[in-house]
């Protein structure tokens, strides 16, 4: 047994090592923990603390050594088995880690966090076995002692020290698939070359022999899963144990209850996951009973509220959250997290305004890309509102009627103001674009008539005055192939149509006319901008051809012969890029 001295000592270093461990300084922590047992190598709290830094550290190997000792020192112990499964499932030894949580289990059948464990254990392994048997190279990269290999044979040490093998090579250990997308590179056909030998024995490379893997980044215990729920964030790393000899009753007490409540609170997250949201309910009300201070009860209930379908009452905990978060003072990402949730209340009740102020809040607390694009989203949803509030067809009409007398009266202006209005009050009505496009030519603003005609022939595609009118908007900006193209499409409506018709012949007239006269610049400028043109001046077929017709202009009528070819070739002349003789 170790002396009053050694253990004094010990504990003074476990201190520092909470205290480091608080700071999420793991690395720091861990030399404290291992100087606590070496003075007093009979406390299980020891090695439990040390195993939690080594697994937040990427040390599985070490984790699953302390866990087994803090088991062996404590057999009726649930927490060390909780180490030990957590430790066996980073190292994907799932079938292992299922027994440690059951064993556990026999010690404290009521314990959530073991339950917990042992399900997300059971739900990796199986998702384990889907994506090995789904990609053979599966189980090569999901072995740490394969991998840690790699870097002790030398043919394959010297690339893992290029930062893209690095990643592509993580990339694989999470999710096999994506291998197959580097398949190619000759760097990772090495390394699939020397796993391969390594499995099958292969000298110069042997799996055993360098020992612990690598430290890798900290997975979810359960790799593979990817359940995520408002309700049940990601686990947090555990707090040490304390040694509680030298509490007092009343603190003592205080820490039961805080353990009770993460208990419920556990056993809430179950719930939620598995959709029983008034067992997930009343678990998050217990805990927040046992332990007021936690408002992350708080937010789980809101959450258990919501997908409920309670949204009152999801706002009414959200607001108890922020309340009580204020009054103990708690983190600023917890009062974000309530303000979130709310938003996301009244975002399902359509109530946009309180929508907008509860995700300003939360960044206000706490700036996230996703509450940003939640806030984004909660303002078009605002406007678009707004909009429909303001649609009332009969007040359209009469703002319409006094855009014609305008009109008629040359007031382009005015007629412009009630147009506009009249197609806020009624953004359905496609003769209210066609009127406004019509203003804005006699106003010399072509672009914007244009794309009234367009907006004017999406809701009514049979409008034919709207096809009239845009090949005049064509024809007037001297984009004469596409006057063409758009009173074509008016002719397949209305063959008879006499606007459509006489516009087709004054532009053919302005393309004939524009041969015999000096190229316009201009035109031809805004045609090599147009992608229509540049498609078929890209065309290797329609190249030939031109430089053909250039060289040899005798054979132009056999080119012409061919429908696709003419077409374009009088494309390229309406647009005035092509001159004939």
């Not at 292992?96 to 339950?115: F, I, M, R, V």
């Not at 051809?545 to 012409?560: C, G, H, I, S, V």
């Amino acid at each position: 047994m170790p002396s009053e001295e050694s253990i004094q000592k010990s504990l003074e270093a476990k201190a520092r090592g909470n205290e480091a461990f608080a700071k999420r300084d793991f690395a720091a922590a861990i030399p404290h923990f291992t100087e606590a047992i070496g003075h007093d190598p009979t406390n299980h709290v020891f090695f439990s603390n040390r195993s939690a830094c080594y697994a937040s550290t990427g040390m599985y190997t070490e984790a699953l050594a302390d866990a087994e000792k803090c088991v062996e020192l404590k057999p009726d112990w649930a927490k060390g088995y909780s180490r030990k499964g957590a430790a066996l499932s980073f190292l994907r030894r799932y079938d292992e880690a299922e027994t440690a949580y059951a064993k556990g289990l026999e010690a404290d059948p009521s314990n959530a966090q073991l339950k917990s464990g042992l399900e997300e254990a059971k739900r990796a392994r199986v998702q384990y076995e889907q994506a090995s048997a789904a990609n053979p190279f599966a189980a090569m990269f999901q072995d740490p002692a394969a991998l840690q290999a790699l870097a002790t044979n030398p043919e394959t040490a010297a690339l893992l020290a290029d930062p893209e093998v690095v990643r592509i090579l993580e990339q694989a250990r999470t999710n096999p698939n994506t291998l197959m997308q580097h398949i190619q590179d000759p760097r990772i056909t090495k390394i699939l070359g020397a796993l391969l030998q390594a499995q099958m024995g292969g000298a110069g490379m042997d799996p055993f022999a360098a020992g612990d893997e690598a430290p890798q980044d900290v997975p979810s215990a359960a790799a593979g899963s990817t359940h995520e729920s408002a309700a049940a964030e990601p686990a947090p790393e555990e707090e040490p144990e304390e040694d509680e000899s030298q509490l007092t009753e009343e603190e003592r007490a205080e820490r039961a209850a805080k353990r009770e409540a993460e208990s419920e609170k556990q056993a809430g997250n179950a719930a939620y996951k598995a959709k029983n949201f008034d067992d997930a309910i009343a678990h998050y009300t217990k805990a927040f009973e046992l332990d007021d201070k936690n408002v992350s009860y708080l937010t789980n209930r809101a959450a258990a509220k919501f997908e409920k379908g309670d949204l009152e009452g999801c706002v009414a905990d959200c607001e108890e959250a922020i309340a009580q978060g204020r009054t103990v003072h708690a983190d600023y990402q917890q009062i974000a997290k309530a303000y979130e949730r709310k938003g996301n209340a009244y975002m399902k009740t359509k109530r946009f305004d309180e929508a907008v102020e509860a995700y300003d809040a939360a960044l206000t607390e706490h700036r996230t890309d996703r509450v940003y694009a939640k806030l984004k989203e909660a303002k078009r949803a605002k406007k678009r509102a707004e909009e429909d509030a303001y649609i009332n067809p009969e007040i359209a009409l009469k703002e319409k009627e006094a855009g014609n007398e305008l009109f008629k009266a040359g007031d382009f202006v005015g007629a412009l103001r009630k147009y506009e209005e009249a197609i806020r009050r009624n953004p359905a009505d496609h003769l209210l674009y066609s009127n406004r496009s019509a203003t804005f030519m006699k106003l010399g603003r072509l672009p914007e008539a244009l794309k009234d005609c367009e907006k004017c022939l999406e809701i009514d595609p049979t409008f034919i005055k709207a096809y009239a009118r845009k090949g005049d908007i064509h024809a007037s900006m001297k984009e004469h192939h596409k006057a063409l193209t758009t009173y074509e499409q008016g002719l397949k409506i209305d063959p008879e149509n006499e606007m459509l018709k006489n516009g087709y012949q004054r532009v053919m007239f302005m393309i004939q006319a524009s041969q015999g006269s000096e190229a316009d610049e201009e035109q031809r400028q805004r045609a090599m901008a147009d992608p229509e043109i540049q498609a078929i001046l890209a065309d290797p077929l329609m190249r030939t051809t031109l430089n053909t017709m250039q060289q040899e202009p005798d054979r132009a009528a056999d080119f012409l012969r061919d429908p696709q070819v003419a077409d374009k070739i009088n494309k390229l002349i309406a647009a005035g890029v092509l001159k004939v003789a």
